[in-house]
């Protein structure tokens, strides 16, 4: 089992920085591919970013790329999503995600264990 806690969420303008850090608990860390989704209101919930059990591979959804950076601390079981040039259609609630194995889905039901969100506003 594993349990996810985002943070870092707040209002930023356009062009700014946050960074979103997801602590987990229950000691499976290693062993699970990570990532992030989100969910702007009225729209679907998609998949942003994510990065393999060892750290070394990442993905990202076409319109993050450049922007957002993930990584991972196995040591302290945290991962983080480092987003800048922030723009107002990232607005949205951001959710880590966890997925035993080496691969994580794109699709949020293919995941292992969810964390609460945490929402993101970027005005403009």
């Known amino acids: 089992q594993v349990q996810l806690v985002e943070s870092g969420g707040g209002l930023v303008q356009a062009g700014g920085s946050l960074r979103l850090a997801c602590a987990t608990s229950?000691?499976?860390?290693?062993?699970?591919?990570m990532g992030w989704f989100r969910q702007a209101p009225g729209r679907e919930r998609e998949f942003v970013a994510s990065?393999?059990?060892?750290?070394?591979?990442?993905y990202y959804r076409d319109s993050v790329k450049g922007r957002f950076t993930i990584s991972r601390d196995n040591a302290k079981t945290t991962v983080h999503l480092q987003m800048n040039s922030l723009k107002p259609e990232d607005t949205a609630v951001y959710y880590c995600?966890?997925?035993?194995?080496?691969?994580?889905?794109?699709?949020?039901?293919?995941?292992?264990?969810w964390g609460q969100g945490t929402q993101v506003t970027v005005s403009s």
């Open positions: 995600a966890a997925k035993q194995g080496a691969a994580f889905s794109t699709v949020w039901d293919e995941s292992d264990y």
């Open positions: 990065i393999t059990r060892s750290g070394i591979t990442t």
């Open positions: 229950g000691g499976a860390f290693s062993r699970c591919s």
